[in-house]
């Protein structure tokens, strides 16, 4: 087969941080108005209190310290806890396209790559602004570049299951070059009223260039050696947020149309699926796990990636072996291993390996072996 290449990532950071202090604070603050707004229904029984939050608790639970976001005033908000973000003119560029291009330019520059040498842009992630047009055409717009585009979403897995259409169509002759582009903005549709996930998200932007290793000049090339994609379809992670609401008022607004996840279960579930695509991927590329230098795994809860690790290697990851992100992004769902990715390969050599992994809601996993060149 053609050999392929990652010739370049960027990586764009919102402008705002929240720590888990600040999170507590509005959400407790919250937790405070409506215990008092419920204060008879509560006293008889027919409203549950709410319970406050802890940074002790965010940080044990989740190994997160603090997450980057769009907008922060309106999150912590007690009255509010939403984004404010006006909505921009058809004729302004959209925010995630926005992302994507600021991205998308220090990938490019890594790749040592003009925009005219692209012929096909993705947009993978969780969660589109709108419905159409697609993102990846506005984009293309806005980067100048000729040829073609389109959207997809595998929730926290879309961009190695990106990575692996990229592939197959720089193989099949259908580009020279792709960019696969991650905006998300997860604190759309994280809901801060609730205790269990309030903390989870946070926003970011990831970009990659995959090309042919004969075309690739740049220094920081990645040769894919194999990939891996499984589906299996579970409700432990669920939004039923879509144009389809509107057909029944009474859900319109309801948490069910924001992120929710029965964490235990998925945690349970998900950790063994993601260590046995790992393992297969592997021994299809003809490696084990004595091979690998870095996992660059998703970045969604410490202790899931603790245990994935532990499980392949039979003891805990080494300082370096499985880097860390998320306590200072949070969750940035199909952004968090490509950021991982991004910020923790220049310092390995020539004919390392590597797996970048992720996994997420659908069930849904991606791995994908590389090697540097």
Same mark, same amino acid.
């Given at each position: 087969?053609?050999?392929?290449?990652?010739?370049?990532?960027?990586?764009?950071?919102?402008?705002?941080?929240?720590?888990? #202090? @600040?999170?507590?604070?509005?959400?407790?603050? %919250?937790? =405070?108005?409506?215990?008092?707004?419920?204060? @008879?229904?509560?006293?008889?029984?027919?409203?549950?209190?709410?319970?406050?939050?802890?940074?002790?608790?965010?940080?044990?639970?989740?190994?997160?310290?603090? *997450? %980057?976001?769009?907008? $922060?005033?309106?999150?912590?908000?007690?009255?509010?806890?939403?984004?404010?973000?006006?909505?921009? +003119?058809?004729?302004?560029?959209?925010?995630?396209?926005?992302?994507?291009?600021?991205?998308?330019?220090? +990938?490019?520059?890594?790749?040592?790559?003009?925009?005219?040498?692209?012929?096909?842009?993705?947009?993978?992630?969780?969660?589109?602004?709108?419905? %159409?047009?697609? /993102?990846?055409?506005?984009?293309?717009?806005?980067?100048?570049?000729?040829?073609?585009?389109?959207? /997809?979403?595998?929730?926290?897995?879309?961009?190695?299951?990106?990575?692996?259409?990229?592939?197959?169509?720089?193989?099949?002759?259908?580009?020279?070059?792709?960019?696969?582009? !991650?905006?998300?903005?997860?604190?759309?549709?994280?809901?801060?009223? #609730?205790?269990?996930?309030?903390?989870?998200?946070?926003?970011?932007?990831?970009?990659?260039?995959?090309?042919?290793? @004969?075309?690739?000049?740049?220094?920081?090339?990645?040769?894919?050696?194999?990939?891996?994609? $499984?589906?299996?379809?579970?409700?432990?992670?669920?939004?039923?947020?879509?144009?389809?609401? *509107?057909?029944?008022?009474?859900?319109?607004?309801?948490?069910?149309?924001?992120?929710?996840?029965?964490?235990?279960? &998925?945690?349970?579930?998900?950790?063994?699926?993601?260590?046995?695509?790992?393992?297969?991927?592997?021994?299809?590329?003809?490696?084990?796990?004595?091979?690998?230098?870095? %996992?660059?795994?998703?970045?969604? !809860?410490?202790?899931?990636?603790?245990?994935?690790?532990?499980?392949?290697?039979?003891? =805990?990851?080494?300082?370096?072996?499985?880097? &860390?992100?998320?306590?200072?992004?949070?969750?940035?769902?199909?952004?968090?291993?490509?950021?991982?990715?991004?910020?923790?390969?220049?310092?390995?050599?020539?004919?390392? !390996?590597?797996?970048?992994?992720?996994?997420?809601?659908?069930?849904?996993?991606?791995?994908?072996?590389?090697?540097? $060149?």
């Amino acid at each position: 087969m053609k050999p392929v290449v990652i010739s370049g990532t960027g990586l764009f950071t919102p402008p705002h941080a929240i720590s888990n #202090d @600040e999170l507590v604070t509005a959400f407790n603050a %919250y937790v =405070d108005l409506h215990n008092r707004e419920h204060a @008879e229904k509560i006293a008889a029984g027919e409203v549950t209190a709410l319970e406050p939050s802890s940074s002790g608790f965010i940080e044990k639970a989740s190994g997160i310290k603090s *997450r %980057y976001v769009m907008e $922060k005033s309106g999150i912590l908000d007690p009255t509010h806890m939403t984004a404010r973000i006006a909505e921009r +003119a058809d004729d302004e560029i959209s925010l995630q396209a926005e992302m994507c291009v600021a991205a998308a330019r220090e +990938a490019l520059a890594r790749a040592g790559k003009e925009p005219q040498d692209i012929d096909m842009v993705l947009v993978a992630c969780s969660n589109m602004q709108r419905a %159409y047009p697609a /993102m990846a055409v506005e984009v293309q717009e806005a980067l100048g570049i000729d040829g073609f585009g389109f959207d /997809m979403n595998v929730a926290c897995s879309s961009a190695t299951f990106g990575i692996a259409t990229a592939v197959d169509a720089v193989r099949g002759g259908r580009a020279r070059a792709v960019l696969v582009l !991650n905006p998300e903005i997860t604190s759309g549709h994280l809901n801060f009223r #609730d205790r269990d996930s309030h903390f989870i998200f946070g926003d970011a932007c990831t970009a990659i260039v995959i090309e042919a290793a @004969e075309t690739a000049t740049s220094a920081h090339q990645w040769e894919i050696l194999d990939s891996r994609l $499984k589906t299996s379809f579970s409700n432990n992670i669920r939004n039923n947020f879509g144009f389809m609401n *509107r057909f029944d008022e009474a859900g319109i607004g309801q948490p069910d149309k924001l992120f929710r996840q029965q964490g235990r279960k &998925v945690f349970k579930e998900v950790c063994p699926m993601a260590a046995q695509t790992i393992a297969d991927t592997l021994a299809a590329a003809g490696l084990g796990t004595a091979d690998v230098s870095r %996992y660059w795994l998703h970045q969604a !809860n410490l202790n899931m990636n603790l245990l994935i690790v532990r499980t392949l290697l039979g003891r =805990d990851a080494e300082p370096g072996e499985a880097p &860390v992100i998320l306590d200072s992004y949070a969750n940035t769902s199909s952004a968090g291993s490509i950021i991982a990715f991004h910020t923790y390969q220049d310092d390995l050599p020539a004919g390392a !390996n590597g797996v970048i992994c992720s996994f997420g809601a659908g069930y849904s996993i991606g791995c994908v072996v590389v090697r540097k $060149k």
